[in-house]
């Protein structure tokens, strides 16, 4: 008898305490769908075909735009590369889609600067127009469900120390956490 | 007499609003020879031949400063 | 976790600035919008910790031993992190030659002072009057900081000073800049305020004083100028661009040039009818006088606009309008042909102005015994005129975004105006003015 009333006590302490977990942690539920919408369903073309962003859930992903006449773009591949070489093993994705309407600029820019992530092409930029791109260089970043986290607009040495810290913090989110 | 200016300014700083490009289509206007004063040097020295020579000056910038040539 | 923890505390790798191409003019940062003004540091981005230089040299003639002007500029700009920059600009200027004196031409030899009370110096019966004192060389030094307070909103700071042997000028000033509508118009508004200070050889001749009487004084004599500027820069679309300028400037204090003459011609009926009016055998000459004041208003239009083929055509227009009753129209336009590595810009400008209230070629003996005058000038740069200038430019683009350039113009310059009576009618009195314009620049 005893028994079946401490196991009967447990169960409603557990329910009560998880209803004070999810009703604690709504407001947080509130602010994290304003701050972090899900990523565009994006389709993107690159040299090895067809990608999704979708195929990259799991992994953080550094979306960005970039054209062969943007100067801080050229600051930033150097960046980039060495964000990838460092923190692939963490995870990191970076896809660096391109919006030149003229494709021998943007391979000219690419033989200078290689990459060492991936790059996309989208001429018509069709992708910067979902993604509201609103100045260039600028580069999104999605967290390992797929929301849209950070975005950050141009490229200087104060910019990349910050969005090099928005993507350490992203990186030791795991997958499944109980933190929404 | 210097309101109208200004007047003038405000409505086409309002019909403004409608022009431009996408960031990503400012390709042609990031060129050098599409910037408006891409040449400062040479816009400077004929400034100051201008002024030397006839009674008008600047318009396009200022802050040349004076020399004794007119 | 912990692994993960030691590398972020790693740091990060230093660029390298030989690793990364150095950007120059070549390549302008969309993110920083679009520039015009003058004397503020050329557009593009360069990467921080690095230089650009600009030198350059003009060679200005004009024709029949009038002014020969030689012009070095060395311009320098270094870029700092986060979108500063910081330029210095040094500008030597020699001018060797003669400049008309605002006398008028006699078929007599004229004998003028040099400055109040000064030597003498002759006039060939005929000549055009031309003063000779111009050995003169200057330098002019100036710095402007440009640097973004965010997104939106930029700035610029400004000093210059110069210096000749007769001429001082300081000054300062600095503009703010808007962006709007993602970058696709920005609003600048600027002030800069100079102090400019006048001390001729002898000293600053008296108003429509007589040359002959004037003595040596000590005098100098300062003026003060206030420019201000509204402007707005519009993308119209992917190959068009347009700036359009309101600017005010105010000029008070001695503004006068202290070597301009006016010839006082005999209008009593006679031998000499037409001829220079003289007072105990010499001919009188007045001192110029010109208001102590001065506002001049203009509005410039720009647009530049790039074709399929890479060409970019340049135009604009400038009207000026002032309180001294001169107005003046401004037509520019280049047209710069893309030959790769190369082009080639012809360049078109067309001038043209009304005459100063107070401009007149010579002071008729009944206005000079009347005595009633106050202010008078017959210096040329303030009368009717129209120039055309024609010329172009070529420039060849070497690696790491170097550049050479040249340009070779002809500038021709008619003045015109009431054509004297008498003896003064045999006479040319507006002489044109031509003058060849030839530079050389290199960037690196």
């Known amino acids: 008898m005893k028994v079946i009333q401490n196991v009967a006590m447990t169960s409603i302490i557990r329910t009560k305490l998880l209803w004070v977990l999810l009703l604690t942690h709504l407001p947080l539920l509130a602010m994290e769908k304003t701050d972090a919408p899900p990523a565009p369903p994006l389709i993107l073309q690159s040299d090895q ?92 970043l999605i ?38 | 007499m210097k309101t109208i200016p200004v007047f003038v300014m405000a409505l086409l700083i309002s019909a403004c609003s409608d022009l431009g490009v996408k960031p990503w289509d400012r390709d042609i206007l990031a060129r050098e020879e599409m910037q408006l004063n891409h040449d ?5 020295l004929d400034d100051h031949i201008y002024f030397s020579k006839e009674a008008s000056s600047g318009g396009r910038g200022f802050g040349g400063g004076g020399c004794g040539c007119n | 976790m912990q692994l993960k923890k030691h590398n972020t505390m790693k740091r990060v790798k230093r660029l390298n600035t030989r690793e990364a191409k150095k950007i120059g003019p070549a390549l302008a940062a969309a993110t920083c919008g679009v520039l015009g003004i003058a004397s503020t540091p050329a557009l593009a981005q360069g990467e921080p910790g ?91 030094l100036s710095a402007s900081w440009l640097a973004p307070l965010n997104r939106e909103w930029e700035y610029t700071a400004s000093v210059y000073g110069s210096s000749e042997f007769d001429y001082t000028s300081i000054g300062t000033g ?51 100028i206030i420019d201000a500027l509204f402007g707005v820069t519009q993308v119209i679309n ?63 239009w720009q647009t530049k606009y790039a074709l399929e083929n890479g060409d970019v055509i340049d135009g604009s227009y400038r009207f000026m309008l002032d309180d001294w009753g001169i107005n003046s129209h401004t037509f520019d336009f280049r047209y710069r042909w893309d030959l790769g590595g190369s082009y080639i810009e012809p360049h078109f400008r067309y001038y043209m102005q009304s005459k100063a209230d107070f401009y007149q070629r010579y002071i008729g003996s009944d206005e000079y015994s009347a ?25 060849w683009k070497l690696k790491n975004n170097k550049e050479i350039n040249t340009r070779i113009e002809y500038y021709l310059q008619r003045n015109t105006g009431d054509n004297g009576v008498g003896l003064l009618r045999a006479q040319d009195l507006y002489p044109d003015n031509r003058a060849i314009i030839f530079q050389v620049g290199y960037s690196f």
């Open chain 1, 143 to 180: 967290d390992r469900k797929g929301c849209v986290r950070q975005s950050l607009i141009g490229f200087n040495d104060i910019k990349k120390a910050i969005h090099e810290a928005h993507i350490r913090a992203l990186l030791e989110e795991p997958l499944n956490s109980t933190n929404l």
């Open chain 3, 238 to 300: 992917r190959q068009t661009i347009m700036q359009l300028n309101y600017s005010l400037s105010q000029s008070s204090g001695y503004l006068n040039d202290a070597y301009q003459l006016l010839s006082v011609i005999d209008l009593n009926p006679g031998l000499n009818y037409g001829g220079n009016f003289q007072v105990g055998g010499n001919n009188v000459y007045l001192y110029e006088a010109r208001p102590d004041s001065r506002m001049k208003h203009s509005i410039y």
């Open chain 2, 40 to 44: 400062p040097i040479e816009a400077s």
């Open chain 3, 50 to 140: 690095t230089w650009d230089f600009d030198v350059a040299n003009l060679y200005y003639a004009e024709s029949d031993s009038r002014v020969t002007a030689v012009e070095p500029v060395f311009s320098a700009t270094r870029y700092f992190s986060d979108d500063r920059q910081l330029n210095l600009k040094a500008v030597f200027d020699t001018l060797t030659g003669a400049s008309p004196n605002g006398a008028t031409p006699s078929d007599q030899v004229q004998t003028f002072t040099r400055t109040s009370g000064g030597q003498t110096y002759d006039v060939e019966a005929n000549d055009a009057p031309l003063y000779d004192g111009f050995r003169d060389t200057r330098v002019a």
């Open chain 3, 371 to 395: 005595g009633n005058l106050t202010e008078a000038t017959a210096d040329y740069r303030l009368g009717d005129m129209d120039a055309l200038t024609v010329g172009m430019k070529f420039g």
């Open chain 1, 49 to 140: 075909g067809e990608i999704l962003l979708s195929d990259y859930r799991g992994k953080v992903i550094l979306l960005d735009f970039w054209a062969s006449w943007c100067g801080p773009c050229r600051l930033s591949f150097p960046w980039m590369n060495d964000l990838q070489t460092r923190y692939t093993d963490d995870q990191l994705v970076i896809i660096a889609v391109n919006l030149d309407k003229d494709g021998e600029a943007s391979r000219g820019f690419l033989k200078e600067i290689p990459a060492n992530f991936i790059i996309a092409y989208d001429p018509e930029g069709t992708s910067a127009e979902t993604m509201k791109v609103i100045g260039m260089p600028m580069s999104y």
């Open chain 3, 174 to 224: 600095g503009t703010i800049k808007r962006y709007l509508n993602n970058k696709n118009t920005a609003l600048n508004t600027g002030l800069f305020v100079s102090f400019d200070t006048v001390n001729p050889p002898n000293g600053t001749p008296p108003p429509l004083a007589e040359m002959a009487r004037i003595a040596r004084n000590d005098s100098d004599d300062s003026k003060t």
